[in-house]
């Protein structure tokens, strides 16, 4: 999802003020959750995910079942707020004017089996949204296999000038793009479905290679388009597709609107360079709903005035599905060296915690806005044959006077005891970074690494940059 300037829909959040963020969350989601119960109707149509076909096995799956007016499941997702990612381009990129944020007003599910993407207008003529991505960031075919990556979706109902600025999308970004923002459109981006201005056309795209211009035509990409058949984009679900398929010789990426094939790109289409640097990699699933920007330029512009607030993209589901060279997508187990700097934040799953840049050495990022119960998955941490014995972490805190907690690490579940752990306290700030070590029970082989964070206060006590093991 380009606009017409050559940056991407990037996403992340500014630090909000470290002693109101839970307790500005909570309110701010009671008052979300009665304006939600008020404007959400229930959809015409839900169904659940259908089972893999033979010769398929999945890889993700979220039918986005729950209580009305809940959130996502944050195991699995991740709500990206604010206006861009911090360090990255300015409003995700693409001139876009909305805020994006995590409260149930613009993100939710709605009892009936959906998720709920919804712009709203404030009084000052301020909008806000919501965009979410999986925390997976590895899908990718096989080799000799394919993907298939497939949502059923209706996008807001809403059309002519009422829908102008409208911006819905479902698309998927190359993971090297986490951690950088300025490597776009190199690393690979692939928009299954695009519509806006509530117009009846699908449009899907793969950009790549170097923008202006460039082997891909940026910053167009190499897209096509079609129309919703029996009822309009706007009036009902419908079914958008991308298969990636690495089992002929000509790689190829193909993109599907209710099962028909509408557009392909096909790896000889451009040199093996861009081919490679924008697919030799996972990729990561983004659910958004913008407002203005680059696309709706291209097609009359907006929002303005006459633009109506509170029209939801409906999400019925989210799957991936693997088929052929083994039926799975390389496993993780082992891809990561215990030994080296394990950046906190390439977490494979994290419950409660979020993103920011960090001031620390080396730049790049840190997780923040850690308290008790929260925690950070680092799948397939490989550490050999011979016993690690020791821990340490670079952790920062501004926890005020009295607030503190533990750090623990856990191998395999977050059930179980953990084999070592440190406590931290206030270091003199939240970019005030010390590295800790403990020691641990001695651990051999492959194993998934969970950090988790205890407390006996509600408060953030922690920020955590980078951790490592030694013998």
């Known amino acids: 999802m380009s606009d017409t300037s050559g940056t991407p829909r990037s996403f992340r959040p500014l630090r909000r003020p470290r002693p109101l963020r839970r307790a500005l969350l909570a309110v701010v989601g009671t008052l979300g959750l009665t304006a939600a119960a008020v404007t959400a109707a229930v959809p015409s149509a839900s169904a659940a995910a259908p089972p893999p076909p033979s010769g398929w096995s999945q890889l993700f799956v979220d039918d986005f079942n729950g209580a009305a007016g809940s959130g996502i499941n944050t195991a699995d997702w991740r709500y990206a707020t604010g206006r861009g990612y911090p360090g990255g381009p300015a409003n995700w990129g693409t001139g876009e004017i909305e805020t994006m944020t995590s409260n149930p007003e613009n993100v939710f599910l709605d009892g009936n089996g959906n998720l709920r993407i919804t712009p709203r207008r404030d009084a000052s003529g301020n909008w806000t949204s919501g965009r979410v991505e999986t925390n997976r960031a590895d899908f990718q075919p096989p080799a000799g296999g394919t993907l298939r990556v497939e949502s059923r979706i209706q996008v807001p109902n809403v059309t002519g000038a009422a829908a102008k600025g409208y911006w819905p999308a479902f698309w998927m970004l190359g993971a090297p793009y986490r951690g950088n923002y300025w490597n776009w459109p190199s690393v690979g981006e692939l928009d299954i479905m695009e519509n806006t201005q509530g117009n009846n056309t699908v449009f899907a795209t793969m950009h790549c290679g170097t923008a202006p211009g460039g082997p891909c035509d940026e910053n167009s990409?190499?897209?096509?388009?079609?129309?919703?058949?029996?009822?309009?984009?706007?009036?009902?679900?419908?079914?958008?597709?991308?298969?990636?398929?690495?089992?002929?010789?000509?790689?190829?990426?193909?993109?599907?609107?209710?099962?028909?094939?509408?557009?392909?790109?096909?790896?000889?289409?451009?040199d093996a360079t861009t081919w490679r640097n924008a697919t030799d990699h996972g990729f990561f699933v983004i659910l958004n709903v913008a407002m203005g920007g680059g696309f709706p330029d291209a097609f009359g512009g907006g929002p303005d005035g006459g633009t109506q607030p509170g029209h939801s993209m409906l999400v019925d589901y989210v799957q991936v599905l693997s088929s052929g060279g083994g039926g799975t997508t390389p496993p993780p187990a082992g891809n990561r060296d215990a030994y080296g700097t394990l950046q906190a934040e390439s977490f494979d799953a994290q419950s409660g915690t979020m993103t920011e840049t960090t001031s620390d050495s080396g730049g790049g990022q840190n997780v923040?806005?850690?308290?008790?119960?929260?925690?950070?998955?680092?799948?397939?941490?490989?550490?050999?044959?011979?016993?690690?014995?020791?821990?340490?972490a670079r952790v920062a805190s501004g926890a005020p006077a009295g607030v503190s907690g533990l750090v623990e690490v856990r191998l395999?579940?977050?059930?179980?005891?953990?084999?070592?752990?440190?406590?931290?306290?206030?270091?003199?700030?939240?970019?005030?970074w010390r590295t800790i070590p403990a020691n641990i029970t001695s651990v051999t082989g492959t194993h998934d690494v969970y950090l988790t964070f205890t407390s006996g206060q509600p408060q953030d006590f922690v920020n955590v940059n980078w951790f490592t093991f030694s013998r």
């Open 221 to 270: 990409g190499i897209g096509g388009s079609t129309t919703c058949q029996g009822t309009t984009c706007q009036a009902g679900f419908h079914t958008y597709r991308l298969e990636w398929d690495r089992s002929s010789s000509v790689e190829q990426i193909r993109f599907y609107l209710d099962g028909n094939n509408f557009h392909t790109v096909r790896e000889n289409q451009v």
């Open 412 to 432: 395999d579940s977050r059930g179980n005891a953990p084999i070592g752990s440190f406590a931290v306290g206030n270091t003199g700030g939240w970019q005030s």
């Open 368 to 392: 923040g806005a850690l308290a008790g119960g929260d925690w950070l998955q680092y799948k397939g941490v490989d550490f050999g044959s011979s016993a690690a014995r020791q821990f340490s």
